[in-house]
């Protein structure tokens, strides 16, 4: 059974909803309704975890780096210091 919903939202936001709805071809409605039945139901997402998810990312992806121990690492540090 569906039922209707009344939000208050800033309008910008309402915009910019009915904007990505009409990119997917769907209705703001059905966009609201996936967002919610979705398995898990995600949470949002601050700023800050979508830096850190990038963060981590990357990081995965990165090259890394041999192990030295500390007598190995001065020395390297010497050399491009004075090199």
Known sequence: MKAKL???VKSSIIESAKRKARNRG?????????IFETEGMP?????QQRAAERLLKRLSAAESIPDMNDKEL???HVKRKFA
């Open 43 to 47: 949470g949002i997402k601050t700023e």
């Open 6 to 8: 009344t939000l208050t």
């Open 74 to 76: 001065i020395k390297a």
């Open 26 to 34: 769907i209705s703001l409605s059905r966009m609201f309704e996936e």
